[in-house]
């Protein structure tokens, strides 16, 4: 096949599809009014109508889900896709669905390198039971703290938690506080005990492995939060490319000394430097969902640092999630510049996209330790 | 989409691994120091003779990945590209519109890997505005007489022919009359002085002095050649420049390490930063060489690479000079000096990158222009 930079038919029909149905079903008024909370019932139902949130378990692949994903971004859409596809995918491999069902045998998926024997056998059909009737999973990023897991994307909606407590994997429901704490990008986000609950122990950590998690081979956690990272990459893309169009459209409109503003150098060798940005971390973006989905993870991959090749998914994942945060925060901060003093005011659409911009890419903690990580996995210590 | 490299791929950039390992040693990156003449005879004409030019040579029926892992492994590996570049683009130009004298007489002998070429087209009051250049040529019975003077015409003291742009007619609109000559160098009335340069680089200035020349050596049509320099920088926008921050970071931690500050946090997440970047580049890169394949009219994929290419690396070389800041201050030929004095090099290196081959300024006008759909500012 060889190097193609162009979206597969299935993905070009996946692209067209959602960007209608976010464009008429997650408008702006959808948007404001799901803030401050940032989760829109309604539109989870139309989204679950269309088996959106069980496409990867229908045999998606991670490369169609970031085409989806950076459309739910530009659309701002107030669901929590990304983290329910991430945690279905957790539970599905041990059989679950997020709402309880068993789909076919249950896989024996411990999170440590090998198997000991402390890993448990799949969950018994009673903790099967204790996951029916939910319908939004997501995923705690960090281990819990003192029985709680801090701060958790999508932690206020939805129904299961699927995180690490100790040396367990685990998947806790629960009901959602539907509250999130006052946010800077309107995010429902919350705090959840790891002990309350229904819990389903889905695998413990291998003791000899278990303060070194982050090592290969990848844990399904990490696997998992992997993708976390790389979908969080597309909407943040979708972000930054609406944000970039919208400043485009505001300064060929917004006239000042006769003529559009977009007329001036300054602003146009401002806006100039956006589309790089954006572009080379959707293709990291791609690169990273490629290489998972052809099996290039846990070591399959090459990581060549004298010749700068590189095909292994888990940095990919990671320089995309860094990539493409960047990439929201300077197209969101250059386009409300060049709004002047209405891009700051709540009325202009512009706010939305730049609060959004660094809540989706700092919800994970500070990147900075995401780029030591990044630089662990390249340069092994 | 996908990010494979095709084996048939793999094989030719294998040959050309060789070839630069086989090529390329200490001794010869010091005398293109030594020299600022940036090229390497004895690699440049086995390209040549294994058939490696002709392959890269950018052309319709051209595979653009095979000059994308020609100047991407050249870069990779510090081996002087820049002559090889020139040959190329000018080959390509041949290959597009050249007469069959023109093949025979140049064609072959840059294909072949014999023969260098320059390029004459800024001068000393026009650099991003090429259309104001001075240079005349005059129709003198069935020869042209021409006068002027070129700036930045790099490896014109090694080359055989020059690419020499002229006005010859000045009576139409701005982008009109122009002609585009290959001459020989050794015509009669060319004289070539050396620029010296901040890095080891030498370039020169050249001038034409009632150069008498027939038309056997005017490329396309007369009157035509802003439409030969388009094709002309199409084909140039393929020779790379966008891949320098994977040798500067393999020296940057090859002196890290050595130096022990590799374990740093502030210096490990810097270089992921530029692992980051150096993937971008790579990315942007193979997108236009993907565009080019697919057929495409060359769009500003180009640009967009360039100017993030660039940027990062002026801006990745800087900090390396800092962090390994005083070893780093000292050149090649001192003992010890980071990275063998390649950080040193880096900084210099790095800031014509983003003056040649169209500023970074023009290069912001074309995306703002032909991406972003914002007005023509002049």
Known sequence: MGIDFALSDQQETLETTFARFFAAESSVAVVRASEPLGFDAELWTKLDAMDAGSIRADGATLSDLVVIAERAGSSMAPVPLVEHWVATQILAAHGLTASGQTVGPSADAPIGSAPSPSTPSAPAPSAVAALAGTSIATVALSPAMDGVWRLVPAGAVADVVVGIDGDELMAVRAEPPMEAPTNHASMPMADRPSTDGERVILGRLDPDSSTTFLSKPLSLHQQAINEWRLLTAASLLGIATEALALGVAYVNERQQFGRPIGAYQSIQHGLADLPAMIDGARSLTHKAAWAADTGLVDGAGEIDMDRGLITECGPLASMAFLAAGDAAAAATERSLHYHGGYGFSKEYDIQLLFRRARGWAHVGGNPEIERARLADMLWPR | ?378
């Open chain 2, 1 to 378: 989409m996908d990010f494979a490299i095709e084996a048939h791929h793999r094989q030719f950039r294998d040959q050309i691994r060789n070839l630069i390992a086989e090529h390329v040693d200490d001794e010869v990156i010091e005398e293109a120091h030594r020299t600022g003449t940036n090229h390497a005879a004895s690699l440049h004409r086995a390209l040549g003779e294994l058939g490696v030019l002709i392959r890269a040579t950018p052309g319709p029926e051209k595979d653009p990945v095979e000059l994308w892992l020609l100047s991407s492994e050249m870069e990779k590996a510090g081996a002087p590209f820049d002559s090889t570049g020139m040959v190329l683009t000018i080959a390509g130009v041949i290959d597009a519109i050249g007469t069959s004298h023109q093949r025979d007489t140049i064609g072959s002998g840059l294909a072949a890997g014999t023969d260098l070429v320059c390029f004459g087209l800024t001068e000393p009051d026009g650099g991003s505005d090429l259309a104001a250049m001075r240079t005349r040529a005059e129709r003198d019975g069935n020869q042209w007489v021409i006068n002027g003077a070129k700036m930045w015409t790099t490896m014109a003291h090694v080359a055989d022919w020059v690419f020499l742009m002229t006005r010859t007619d000045t009576s139409g609109g701005r982008y009109d009359g122009f002609t585009v000559f290959l001459l020989p160098m050794h015509t009669l009335g060319i004289t070539v002085d050396p620029v010296f340069t901040m890095s080891t680089e030498r370039s020169n200035a050249t001038f034409y002095d009632d150069v008498v020349v027939g038309d056997e050596w005017v490329v396309g049509e007369p009157d035509n050649g802003w439409a030969v320099l388009g094709l002309m920088l199409g084909f140039e926008r393929g020779m790379g420049n966008t891949g320098f921050l994977t040798p500067l970071l393999r020296r940057f931690t090859s002196w890290a390490t050595r130096a022990g500050v590799v374990d740093e946090p502030s210096v490990r997440t810097r270089m992921a930063q530029i692992a980051i970047d150096a993937q971008m580049c790579e990315l942007l890169t193979q997108r236009t060489v993907w565009t080019a394949a697919t057929g495409a009219p060359p769009g500003v994929e180009g640009s967009i690479a360039k100017v993030f290419a660039t940027d990062a690396y002026v801006r990745h070389a800087q900090w390396a000079q800092a962090t390994a800041a005083p070893e780093s201050l000292l050149g090649f030929d001192e003992a010890r000096a980071a990275a063998e004095g390649w950080i040193d090099h880096d900084i210099v290196h790095s800031i014509p990158q983003t003056i040649q081959g169209g500023t970074n300024e023009i290069n912001r006008n074309n995306i703002a222009e032909r991406f972003l759909g914002l007005p023509r500012f002049r």
